[in-house]
């Protein structure tokens, strides 16, 4: 089945009112900036150093939470990250623990609830002063599995 061509954006700016719209998944990452076609369809070419993130939502009606953080160590596999924003504002998010899944303008993670109108979070380079591994969640790396005791008897012989 094929995906949808275009994906419902809320994007949200350092210093202007944040841009309501909707991205070609394929090719919305220009070297410029970001192409975006706002609610009014308007073809707007937004500059990765204004953007402060780009929230990939269900519908509109809802604005992103500000600054969400997880409460406990998420359950989802991959590399738990603090973002650091340039203005001081906090966000984790979950990346994949695949280096070939990187993105040369930025990072996508999903966000401390992904349940909500908020499925997934775009956060440009120049948007951040720091990124902190917090931790690796469902590494590959296991313990080898404890031998059995031998003086326990096995049920099905």
């Known amino acids: 089945m094929a995906s949808s061509t275009s994906k419902k954006v809320l994007i949200r700016r350092f210093d202007r ?10 090719c919305w990452q220009q070297d410029a900036g970001l192409e975006v076609i706002s609610q009014q ?23 992103p939470a500000e600054g969400p953080v997880f409460n406990t160590r998420p359950k989802m596999h991959g590399l738990w990250v603090r973002l650091r924003f340039r203005d001081g504002e906090l966000m984790d998010g979950l990346l994949p623990n ?5 993105e040369p303008h930025g990072f996508t993670v999903v ?5 909500s109108s908020q499925q997934r979070v775009f956060v440009p380079r ?10 690796v969640v469902g590494s590959p790396l296991k313990q080898a599995a404890k031998p059995k005791p031998r003086e326990q008897i096995s049920l099905f012989d």
Do not use: C, W
């Open 17 to 26: 009112e944040p841009v309501a719209g909707f991205v070609n998944p394929q």
């Open 41 to 63: 369809g308007v073809l707007m070419l937004i500059p990765y150093a204004d953007v402060k993130a780009v929230h990939f939502v269900r519908d509109f009606t809802e604005s």
């Open 126 to 135: 120049t948007a951040l002063d720091e990124v902190t591994v917090l931790g």
């Open 98 to 102: 695949n280096l070939l899944q990187v």
């Open 111 to 115: 966000p401390p609830n992904p349940t």
